[in-house]
């Protein structure tokens, strides 16, 4: 060919591979033949054999996705009141503990989740050191389990005991209820969700607990409630993901309480104190977005058939996940985070994967919305362009694009929205996390972000567990 | 050419023209030769004999447009104060009233600037009705001005009467300052700056006199100060322009706001609709954006021999620059602005190009950063791909990219900044307003919102100024 030849006649392209090459021309008008072509399922005989037997059920699967998705896409979670885990979680007694991710037992804990644990018994004033909250930890005394079995979700070790105050976020119209605890990462690298318990963690914990858990009950109480989803999706056209960078939808959630204060009664310093807190930390939103992702997944999970994925979650030795049509958990050993680490740290120090914050993916934002939020991929060492190539990426394992929940750089795309667990293990791409990174050991807390990946052998499993429940 | 034969070499492409074209496939690793090609001012010989002598005094010209640069990149604005007009703007008189673009007399103004005089008049108990203070504004007795001759901006009409609260904005390093009023459009298209003046005009600018401006007040003394320059860089990382976008920024000033209220005594009735008027208008910052940017220009003034644009204002009748090595107004007719209207409102309902705020463009951001607010831009009608190629045009009108101001889809370049007379004259391409449409007649408001370009003879005039007092 001569370079001039090229634009003698219209600009024909046949596109191999890379597939956002070919929409980029696409949108520039060019005429474009893409060739999306990859061995399908790894070239795996066994996967083939599933993704067949559920290709022979298809309408009963497509069906059992579209209603898992519209009840997804329909749940509206508001943000209605404050309370003590004890007397807002059902079934929560003095003696549950709850973690992030699949459910683990004490030994089997990780460092940041144990230093989490730790903390909890220490702030709930039934140990006064690290070795007797171990004591106590190991005895048996408390019951361990999974934030996700009590409808509720904890970034990172997600610790959360009796005493702790938790943010309740309603669905508007059925009024189903999940919960989250209070965020308060913004205080630095050391918060208790990352492992860290002493003396500055327990009194921000507690400050959490005396004075501004007051002040939020008292504030959605006064505004009778505050639109969750409405602020994640101006969020999203304000650079945030709302997994890992939340600065627009802090501040809009500021600005909701801030007429609410010509309603409630709160002192100068305590006022002085809170609004300090949240002019410093940007991660505020994060427990509220997290909680707000629990609901509209949970409203998607139990639909007979469907192999939409409803949880995604970390403890930090196991990833596990749920799809809509099944109740089990699906594991697989926890991967590292790639991420940039704070000056002194490295991925010697760092904890595998962990927390519950990918609900965030699941529910079509976070990792899934990245292309709304490239200051973030910045932070983590990318360009603009690897935001929206991985977003691109992660409309080909989604069922949707999200209605609501847009992004402005792709021409106000919907956010790839519902993973399918079939389409992951047949592209054999798997979701994206955006993620904090906890030190291993206990004590320390945070020493980078980043993103890691939920293992492929979790989908499979998944896509094995709905196969096997198919009618004969 | 046959379509495989595309992909059998390296792919090179010669791109004629549309250069974003060229910078993507660039940017995606295709070697690109972009033949950049214009008739040079517009093919016009006087404007050609100008370029030339202005060629040959080009180290004179570029060191002077290399230091108004550098002032104009060193200005860091500080909300400092709120005062009145009358006892905070340097020789401010009870008998002064400020006025938005170029000078014009009362005969001459524009119908939303006209009502804009009769609102504010009525404001200051000097007129009972607008028959009343029709006659007053054309007795002489009041003294008419532009707002930059006093180093003040005002949005739309621009007008500033004694009593009227103004922002203080304070250069961090050489205290310089610089005014703007207060920002009432949110209380929705009614509002003085377009030209409404009836009695909901008048119940909410009292309530800025004897409510917020007390407040503000307040609150930026207990701070020390308020870092405008850090908010704007901030706000363009969250889909704000600072121009006709100012979501984030708002919601950053009110977070900015919080803690003080514990610094402070406000009412709970008044610290509640305080709340609920910053909570409805987005575009609270804008007068704070306008202010910032004339600081920043400001400093850039006054450099001999520079031609760096330091004021684009429109009055309604005629749009004015200023260029840094002059101090004449280069006027032209003011343009009518591109936009989508109002239901019930077409381009016959609107008035022609209106007000200072163009100040944000000259400084940088506004039309310049477009990029950066990609949802503005769908609200006028556009689109992702509008918005890139706008900033991309700017770039070639334009002396830097901004060190602080970026945009994060651009790979965080700079803002296109410092606009050169000279590039403008040369190229053919003239500066992209950001802006707000005001209905033609006296007292009817915002009808809609577009955007607009500087009339290009601008530019030549000032060209011609400073080659006239070039040295021979």
Not at 213 to 224: D, E, I, N, S, Y
Not at 237 to 262: K, Y
Not at 291 to 319: D, Q, Y
Not at 394 to 422: C, K, Q, R
Request: charged share 15%.
């Amino acid at each position: 060919m001569t370079k001039t030849g090229l634009f003698d006649s219209p600009l024909q392209v046949i596109n191999v591979g890379l597939a956002s090459f070919a929409e980029d021309l696409s949108r520039r008008g060019v005429d474009v033949i893409n060739v999306d072509w990859r061995p399908p399922a790894h070239g795996d005989p066994a996967k083939n054999a599933l993704l067949t037997k559920l290709q022979s059920k298809l309408d009963l699967v497509s069906q059992a996705n579209a209603t898992a998705l519209e009840r997804m896409l329909n749940a509206h979670p508001i943000f209605v009141d404050v309370g003590t885990a004890l007397d807002t979680i059902p079934g929560f007694t003095e003696k549950t503990i709850l973690h992030a991710g699949p459910p683990v037992t004490w030994d089997k804990m990780c460092g940041p989740m144990q230093g989490a644990v730790v903390g909890a018994l220490i702030l709930e004033g039934r140990a006064t050191d690290e070795h007797l909250a171990r004591e106590v930890a190991a005895s048996g005394e408390y019951k361990f389990a999974p934030c996700h079995e009590y409808d509720a979700v904890g970034p990172m070790s997600g610790i959360i005991t009796a005493g702790m105050p938790v943010l309740v976020i309603e669905d508007k119209h059925t009024k189903r209820r999940v919960y989250s605890n209070i965020n308060a990462e913004g205080k630095g690298r050391k918060a208790l969700s990352f492992g860290a318990y002493g003396p500055e963690v327990q009194e921000i914990q507690l400050w959490l607990q005396d004075v501004l858990a007051p002040f939020l009950q008292a504030a959605v109480r006064a505004a009778g409630g505050i639109d969750l989803k409405a602020i994640m999706a101006r969020a999203l056209h304000m650079g945030d993901e709302v997994h890992n960078r939340h600065a627009a939808a802090t501040s809009l959630m500021v600005r909701e309480f801030f007429p609410l204060l010509g309603k409630i009664q709160v002192n100068s310093d305590d006022l002085f104190r809170i609004g300090k807190f949240l002019y410093y930390n940007d991660f505020f939103f994060l427990n509220f977005s997290m909680a707000a992702c629990k609901l509209i997944t949970l409203m998607a999970h139990g639909v007979p058939h469907s192999t939409l994925v409803t949880v995604m979650a970390r403890n930090g030795v196991e990833t596990g996940i749920k799809v809509s049509g099944g109740d089990a958990w699906y594991t697989a050993p926890a991967p590292m985070v790639k991420g940039l680490y704070f000056p002194g740290y490295s991925e010697a120090d760092a904890n595998p994967d962990l927390g519950d914050s990918a609900i965030t993916e699941t529910a079509g934002v976070g990792a899934m919305a990245i292309a709304a939020a490239i200051p973030l991929v910045k932070v983590n060492g990318g360009t603009a362009a690897t935001a929206l190539s991985m977003t691109r990426e992660m409309y080909e394992i989604t069922l949707t694009h999200h209605p609501m929940f847009t992004i402005p750089v792709m021409e106000f795309a919907g956010t790839p929205t519902g993973i399918d667990a079939a389409s992951v293990v047949e592209s054999g791409i798997t979701p994206y996390i955006n993620t904090g990174i906890a030190h291993k050991q206990p004590g320390i807390g945070m020493v980078g972000a980043g993103v890691s990946r939920i293992p492929y052998s979790c989908f499979v499993q998944a896509l094995q567990g709905v196969v096997t429940a198919l009618p004969s």
